[in-house]
């Protein structure tokens, strides 16, 4: 569908809903983590993912079938999202799936850095993004961290890129590369939504664009201040966001305690309550993410009730799905390293 057809956000949210409704829930979870690799494709054969497991089953098994099902699900029914919408909205949710990008765009880096064959890499790709197959097989046949970089010319992440390529090559850490393609994504997003009008369903994007980003700057300024280098948080803050400003963050993660009330009495606390009950127990930094993942479910779903004719049950069912594809994924990688049933149960995300 092109984005020239006129938008049609009422046709496109009742397919939503339709799809929605047929996510796994938190009993499917309970029943896989109780389940080896073959037993969960067989659970995933007779659910949405059995045109995927049938079409790839002769070429992989175990834990490969299953990754290799769920990344090409999750791209189709994102494609199918696609093809529903038009005009704005059309623009606004390939915009979003950018994200997909920066997601590839990492997973080449770290796994150029860590040594991993290219199917390895290859099995963690999801085709959801603007690359396209030829692009993204040449950034699977990058020999070095440079050639990626040299590979991103011409796209939103050029300027960031060249740019980040000396700090990484100073401390031999991705953390410059990761963040300037995460600020290049953002930047372009906020900059295509452009001005819009208080209480607007566009305002409402806006305004999950904004939570996205704080959240993003917490995860990024913690993971930071726990690595023990010597690289600032302040240096990767992200503009656009509501709730911290760069100055501040770095002290703001040091004391859990503090973050978690800045964010129980800023304008996404009445939303999320329970997710920020998580946060406020989480004892690791993973506990700390998935907390904070289940907190932008939980605002986005928020706002797709504030305003149902909008892109906003998009992004809440993008968020939902990845959730979803992670969740699979982490108990399906956890049987097989022989994690127990409560170990597997820390990695997931749930409301």
Known sequence: MSSAQGANPEYVNARIRARRAKLFDDEDYRKLVRMGPGEISR?????????????????????????????????????????????????QIAAYLRKFDVWNVKTVLRGLYSGASREEIESDLIRAGEFDERFLDRLLEAQSIEGVVELLDGTIFEDGMRAAFPEYEETDVLVPLENAVDRAFYEHLLDEIGSYEPDSPLA????????????????????????????????????????????????????????????????????????????????????????????????????????????????????????????????????????????????????
């Open 204 to 351: 409402l994007y806006a305004e999950f664009m904004q939570a996205e980003i704080d959240f993003r700057n917490a995860r990024n300024a913690l993971r930071l201040a726990r690595s023990g280098t010597d690289l600032d948080p302040e240096a990767y803050f992200i503009e656009g966001g509501v709730l911290f400003s760069r100055g501040e963050l770095s002290g703001l993660v040091s004391n859990r305690s503090e973050l978690v009330a800045r964010i129980r009495e800023s304008e996404y606390g009445d939303d999320i309550g329970p997710a920020l009950a998580e946060l406020e127990d989480a004892d690791s930094l993973i506990g700390f993410e998935r907390a904070l993942d289940a907190a932008l479910q939980e605002y986005a779903d928020s706002l797709s009730h504030v305003h149902p004719i909008s892109i906003s049950p998009v992004l809440a069912y993008v968020i939902a799905k990845e959730r979803e594809v992670d969740n699979i994924r982490a108990i399906a990688r956890g049987r097989e390293a022989g994690l127990d049933e409560d170990e597997i149960e820390q990695e997931l995300v749930t409301i």
């Open 43 to 91: 659970y995933m054969e007779e659910s949405e993912y059995e045109t995927e497991m049938n079409a790839l089953g002769s070429r992989y098994s175990g834990v490969d079938l299953i990754e290799y099902a769920l990344n090409r699900n999750l791209a189709e029914n994102f494609e199918d999202v696609l093809d529903w919408a038009g005009g704005r909205l059309y623009d």
